[in-house]
Nanobody
Framework: HVQLVESGGGLVRAVDSLRLSCAAS?????MGWFRQAPGMEREFVAA????????YYADSVKGRFTISRDDAKNTVYLQMNSLKPEDTAVYYC????????????????WGQGTQVTVSS
């Protein structure tokens, strides 16, 4: 069983930056970030494979968000730059043997989520 704890959410203005952290009890999985806005389905944001460090991004965040990991701290980060109001959502960290990193069904463990609100 993997425990995930997110932190770093908050209220920011458009074009500001924010860094989310996900402290994990183990990083021997593919780690992903997803987000869910009110009334919307949970959607893929970014992922990083444990085996080779390859990263993946949704088109909507490519070039603005960066996922990274610190193996010594068992922590995965999501650096979010040039934030937009449409980035407002609850952000979730996830872990799993995700062959297809963009699908929520391929992740076995989830954090409790952290709210990110971007004002215009």
């Amino acid at each position: 069983h993997v425990q995930l704890v997110e932190s770093g959410g908050g209220l920011v203005r458009a074009v500001d930056s924010l860094r989310l952290s996900c402290a994990a009890s183990s990083l021997t999985f593919t780690m992903g970030w997803f987000r869910q806005a009110p009334g919307m389905e949970r959607e893929f944001v970014a992922a990083i494979r444990w085996s080779n460090g390859i990263t993946y991004y949704a088109d909507s965040v490519k070039g603005r968000f960066t996922i990274s990991r610190d193996d010594a701290k068992n922590t995965v980060y999501l650096q979010m730059n040039s934030l937009k109001p449409e980035d407002t959502a609850v952000y979730y960290c996830a872990a799993g043997e995700a062959v297809v990193v963009t699908s929520t069904a391929n992740y076995d463990y989830w954090g409790q989520g952290t709210q990110v609100t971007v004002s215009s």
